[in-house]
């Protein structure tokens, strides 16, 4: 029997749940009847209904999530790795889109995340065509997949080909993280490929995610719509 609350993705019941064969009781603070966990014997069926008001009253709860935050509120009331809204991103600040007809292309630019190697646990290779229409950015083309250096660079080809062709455009800014199989495939196609721009960050991930959330929370980045 484990008993705890939620304080990461990788915690203790994360890394049980994954694992499987294990029953889950999970009895937010509030109830969430999205929530990922909902328990189906939950009494509860009304969004926000409390679970011990007399112990928990709403006041006691509201001063509890000012208190600690989003993130710790999230993990120790709601039984949440991470806020239902999202912790740096909130869900409701992502814009939409049905169709690459509603934008137009005034400039475009590709993102290259690489892995060390292909196994079961790596990162995922990420590579993603980006558009710029006048303030508003638009996810226009992502290839994600966890690759060896071959299938990399394959992937980088066709990436490179894919946004060439569909923009009519002979030249555009490539931007390739330097690091793990991102500096191979540097030199590989620094000959070959114009436009390839080393990026080595600075800052940790979460420290470049704050510095995009503007953009994101002014509604000017728009991703597919079901991604």
Known sequence: VVIMQRLHEADLPGHLLEKGGWTHLC?????????????????????????????????????????????????QFQQRPSPAEGGIFKRDWWQRYRSPDEYQAHKIALSVDCTFKETDGTDYVVLQCWVCDNADRYLDGQIRARLSF???CAAFEAMVEWAAERHELAGFPI????????????????????????VTPKESKEARAHAVTPQVEAGNVWVPKGK
Request: hydrophobic share 30%; charged share 25%.
């Open 27 to 75: 009895l937010p603070a509030e109830y969430e009847p999205s929530h990922p966990f909902v328990w189906p014997d939950d009494p509860r069926t009304e969004p926000g209904e409390l679970l011990f008001p007399r112990r928990m009253p709403e006041d006691y709860l509201r001063q509890k999530q000012t208190d600690m935050g989003s993130y710790g509120y999230a993990g």
């Open 150 to 152: 071959t299938q990399t």
């Open 175 to 198: 931007y390739v993280e330097d690091k793990a199989n991102g500096s191979a495939v540097i030199d590989t196609f620094r000959r070959t490929v114009q436009g390839i721009i080393p």
